[in-house]
């Protein structure tokens, strides 16, 4: 778990140069967009991480192979834990941002917006809310950590 951990931290470092470096200065939406896979990779090698827990205390059987399926299977395995079930449907919804039909405005300056439609719904990643995800981010790894990493 925590070799695991120290590459969720890798793609989190990644996005963090990402948000401070290269949006402060291009204010593009592929550079959101570029965080949002960021911040996708590190959910899911974390993910991965409590799937193997999750196996070696003989709670699962066997890893399942997609991400998608992982994800489900750790909402199932981790029910009654409130904040990682919380943090994995975060997960499945930057997913659905990735694969979501998006658009661009303001691009090159300091507001720049995505807006991205997800289950009929409109929602705008901008500056400041990719930074709130990344953030967000931040307090998983380190529950994460708290909880399972003695």
């Given at each position: 778990?925590?070799?695991?951990?120290?590459?969720?931290?890798?793609?989190?470092?990644?996005?963090?140069?990402?948000?401070?470096?290269?949006?402060?200065y291009?204010?593009?939406?592929?550079?959101?967009?570029?965080?949002?896979?960021?911040?996708?990779?590190?959910?899911?090698?974390?993910?991965?991480?409590?799937?193997?827990?999750?196996?070696?205390?003989?709670?699962?059987?066997?890893?399942?192979?997609?991400?998608?399926?992982?994800a489900?299977?750790?909402?199932?395995?981790?029910?009654?834990?409130?904040?990682?079930?919380?943090?994995?449907?975060?997960?499945?919804?930057?997913?659905?941002?990735?694969?979501?039909?998006?658009?661009?405005?303001?691009?090159?300056?300091?507001?720049?917006?995505?807006?991205?439609?997800?289950?009929?719904?409109?929602?705008?990643?901008?500056?400041?809310?990719?930074?709130?995800?990344?953030?967000?981010?931040?307090?998983?790894?380190?529950?994460?950590k708290?909880?399972?990493?003695?």
């Amino acid at each position: 778990m925590r070799e695991l951990l120290g590459e969720a931290k890798e793609e989190l470092k990644r996005a963090d140069h990402l948000i401070y470096v290269s949006l402060k200065y291009t204010r593009s939406v592929d550079v959101i967009r570029s965080v949002i896979e960021r911040l996708i990779n590190f959910y899911e090698i974390v993910i991965r991480g409590l799937l193997e827990r999750a196996k070696e205390k003989k709670l699962i059987q066997r890893l399942p192979g997609s991400q998608g399926m992982q994800a489900d299977v750790a909402k199932e395995v981790y029910k009654t834990d409130e904040e990682i079930f919380n943090y994995i449907r975060f997960y499945l919804l930057l997913r659905k941002m990735r694969h979501g039909k998006y658009t661009r405005a303001h691009e090159f300056r300091r507001n720049v917006t995505m807006t991205v439609t997800v289950d009929n719904q409109l929602i705008e990643v901008n500056i400041d809310i990719i930074t709130e995800y990344y953030k967000r981010s931040l307090m998983f790894l380190d529950y994460v950590k708290e909880k399972f990493v003695k």
